[in-house]
C-alpha cells in the first residue's frame, strides 16, 4: 500500500502546493483511499476525511464538485494503483506467467496481513454499498474490474504460450472468475483477520485452471513465492 | 425474499401490536432487511429505517438498545431466514443432493432478477463494511456464514453418500470454498445488473469438484433446474 498515488490532474486546474509541498487534492484522495480500504462510503464524513489529509475546511469544494465527484475519482485513483501494483507481479520478467500469479496473491495477502487484515479492496466495498450509490459508480466499479481482468487474461494468454495451460484456456473467462471469486476471498479473509480464505480460494482455482494434455497432474505448476 | 421474518423473541419482552397486528419490533426488522440488503449499514438512518417500518418516531429505544443492537438482530435475522431458504432446497425430496444445490442457486438468481439485481446478500454487505463496524459484527457475520457452510456441508456430504462426489471430498472444505466464492460473485452480479457472475461462478465449483473414479467427465451431473 506504500505506491505513491498519483491522481490525474484535470486540466487547466494547477496543483495547490502546501507548505509540505504536497497538493491538497493528492492527499485528499490519499486519505480516502486508506479510509474508503477499510469502511463504507457512506460512513465516511468530510471532516473525518479532510482532518486525516490535513486539508483546511472549505477546501474539499475547491478540488471536489461533491463527495460523490470525489469518490468516483477514488475509484479511478485505486483501479490505477492497483493496476500498477498488478503489472509489477503478472509482467515480472524471469518468471513463469503462473507463477507471477502467485506472486501478486502471496504480495495482496502480506499487504493485508500488514494492516491487520483490517483493509480491503476499495473496489469491492464501493461496489457492495452499491444500492446506495449513484448509477456512476457503478459503471466506473465495473470498468476497474474489467481493466484488472484484462491484464491478469494477458497473463493466463501467457501461460498457454509457456504451455502451463492448455491452448484451449479461455483466458477472459478464467480471469473473470479470479476476480469474482477473488472479492470474496479478500471479504471473508477480513472477517476471520488471516490470509487463510486467500489461499483457499487460489489453490482450488489454479488446480481448476485447464491443464495441457501432457501437464503431469502431480506437479504444482507454481512454486512458493519466496 | 418472500418468506416471512420471524425474529426470535427476547424473553420476557411481550410484542407491542399495532392496528395491523404486527409487532413493531418485527416491522422494524423486516424494513431493515430490505434496506440492508440493497445498501450499506452506514447509510441507513433511523429516520428511514422508522419511516419504511411504519413505527412512531421515538419507539425505536423501546425496542432495541442502540443502532447496533439493533444491525446485530438483523445479522441474525438474515441468518435465520438464509438458512431456511437454503434449507428449502438442500433437503428437498427426491431430488439428487447437486440437483439441491442447482436449485439452490437457480433460486437465488430468480430472487435477484425480482428485485433487479440491485439487492445482495446482507451478511456480505455487513461483512464489506466490517473495518467501520464493531467487533461484535465481525464474530456474529462469521458465525453466519458457518452456519450456511454447514448446511451446505451435509449437502455435499450427502453427495458423497450418494456417489456423485469422490468419496475422499473434504465437504467442509468445499462448503467454505463455495461460501466465499459466492459471496464475490454476488456482489458482481449487482454491478453488472444480471446473474452470469453467479452462474460462471457455480459452473466452476461444480467442475471443480472431486468425482469419483468412475463418473463419466463429460456427463452434466445436474440437470437445469426447471
Keep these: 500500500m506504500s505506491t505513491p498515488i498519483l491522481p490525474r490532474r484535470r486540466p487547466g486546474r494547477p496543483p495547490r502546493l502546501d507548505s509540505s509541498g504536497q497538493d491538497g487534492r493528492e492527499r485528499l484522495l490519499r486519505a480516502g483511499l486508506e479510509l474508503l480500504t477499510e469502511r463504507a462510503f457512506h460512513s465516511v464524513g468530510l471532516e473525518?476525511?479532510?482532518?486525516?489529509?490535513?486539508?483546511?475546511?472549505?477546501?474539499?469544494?475547491h478540488y471536489y464538485a461533491s463527495k460523490d465527484d470525489f469518490g468516483l475519482e477514488a475509484v479511478d485513483a485505486y483501479g490505477r494503483y492497483f493496476a500498477a501494483r498488478l503489472d509489477r507481479r503478472l509482467l515480472a520478467p524471469g518468471r513463469s506467467p503462473l507463477d507471477r500469479l502467485a506472486d501478486f496473491v502471496a504480495d495482496a495477502?502480506?499487504?493485508?496481513?500488514?494492516?491487520?487484515?483490517?483493509?480491503?479492496?476499495?473496489?469491492?466495498?464501493?461496489?457492495?454499498?452499491?444500492?446506495?450509490?449513484?448509477?456512476?459508480?457503478?459503471?466506473?466499479?465495473?470498468?476497474?474490474?474489467?481493466?484488472?481482468?484484462?491484464?491478469?487474461?494477458?497473463?493466463?494468454?501467457?501461460?498457454?504460450?509457456?504451455?502451463?495451460?492448455?491452448?484451449?484456456?479461455?483466458?477472459?473467462?478464467?480471469?473473470?472468475?479470479?476476480?469474482?471469486?477473488?472479492?470474496?476471498?479478500?471479504?471473508?479473509?477480513?472477517?476471520?483477520?488471516?490470509g487463510a480464505p486467500l489461499r483457499l480460494f487460489f489453490e482450488t482455482f489454479l488446480a481448476a485452471l485447464p491443464r495441457p494434455p501432457s501437464f503431469p497432474a502431480e506437479e504444482t505448476p507454481c512454486s512458493t513465492p519466496s
Design 48 to 61: 473525518e476525511l479532510l482532518g486525516r489529509a490535513g486539508v483546511p475546511r472549505g477546501s474539499f469544494y
Design 109 to 194: 495477502e502480506a499487504g493485508m496481513a500488514r494492516h491487520g487484515f483490517r483493509r480491503g479492496c476499495l473496489i469491492g466495498n464501493l461496489g457492495q454499498e452499491m444500492g446506495g450509490l449513484a448509477d456512476d459508480f457503478r459503471l466506473r466499479i465495473e470498468a476497474v474490474f474489467q481493466d484488472w481482468e484484462a491484464r491478469l487474461a494477458d497473463c493466463l494468454s501467457a501461460a498457454v504460450a509457456a504451455g502451463q495451460l492448455a491452448p484451449e484456456t479461455d483466458c477472459p473467462r478464467w480471469a473473470h472468475l479470479f476476480w469474482i471469486g477473488w472479492e470474496g476471498a479478500v471479504l471473508r479473509a477480513r472477517l476471520v483477520r488471516n
